[in-house]
């Protein structure tokens, strides 16, 4: 049975959850258990041939002053998503998002759109994409990333989770555009500067850039962000 999204999305959505996760599909990321409870990602196709990902996630909650007795992080993620739309930063877009409490146990979904013909970072240095692209095109792509992250860390957002196969590149001929996934982790920090360094710092351990490519991610960001930041270079 393929997702009929016109019929679910017509539904309340309390209906529709039981409909959504009965959808059949394929694992991406079978259920794990973490933060005390499981959640995993399954890849669903739709009537219109269209690619969703559903999250299911049961007790894998969050604590915060908010929610001190614990929230869905996917519902969090969906938050961070929709926030995204404001700030010009490229992310998934929420088709459906529900929680539930079942016998005093969260339930929750969160299904997003796939992001069509883009691949990961990790996914394009396993294929050697940045040696058909040229250094050139390479470095529009670091400097694309680094407006892409400006962007969302000037809403004081902080990604919490920066990795390569985290961050999406979609590079047809001269056009470059960047997307973020997995916002799972992120959050809103009390000011821009502590949820830039976080992300910055972690970009810096976990990339293997040259130093010129490094500079062409300082270029993007700065220029983004609108001013030279401290502890970037």
């Known amino acids: 049975m393929l997702a009929d999204v016109n019929v679910l999305l017509k539904l309340d959505p309390q209906d529709a959850f039981d409909q959504w996760l009965a959808l059949p599909g394929e694992w991406v990321e079978p259920p794990n258990i973490r933060r ?20 299911q996630q049961v007790a894998h909650t969050y604590y915060s002053l908010r929610y001190p007795l614990g ?13 995204c739309t404001a700030l010009k930063v490229t992310v998934p877009k929420v088709v459906y998002a529900h929680c539930r409490k079942v016998a005093g146990v969260w339930q929750a979904l969160l299904v997003t759109e796939a992001l069509e013909g883009f691949s990961s970072l990790e996914e394009c240095y396993a294929r ?10 390479h470095q529009r792509v670091l400097q694309e990333l680094g407006a892409c992250i400006a962007r969302f860390n000037r809403g004081r957002w902080q990604h919490g989770c920066l990795r390569m196969k985290h961050i999406f590149v979609r590079v047809q001929g001269e056009d470059v555009e960047v997307a973020l996934l997995d916002l799972e982790k992120s959050r809103q920090r009390f000011t821009v500067g502590q949820a830039a360094r976080h992300d910055i710092e972690q970009l810096k351990r976990r990339s293997s850039w040259s130093d010129s490519q490094w500079q062409a991610f300082i270029y993007g960001y700065e220029a983004a962000f609108g001013s030279a930041f401290k502890g970037l270079r």
Request: aromatic share 6%.
């Open 71 to 83: 929230y869905p992080t996917a519902m969090r993620e969906r938050d961070v998503l929709q926030a």
């Open 36 to 55: 005390g409870g499981e959640s995993g990602v399954k890849r669903v196709l739709t009537a219109s041939g269209a690619v969703l990902y559903c999250k």
């Open 128 to 137: 050697g994409d940045e040696q058909v692209w040229g250094e050139a095109l």
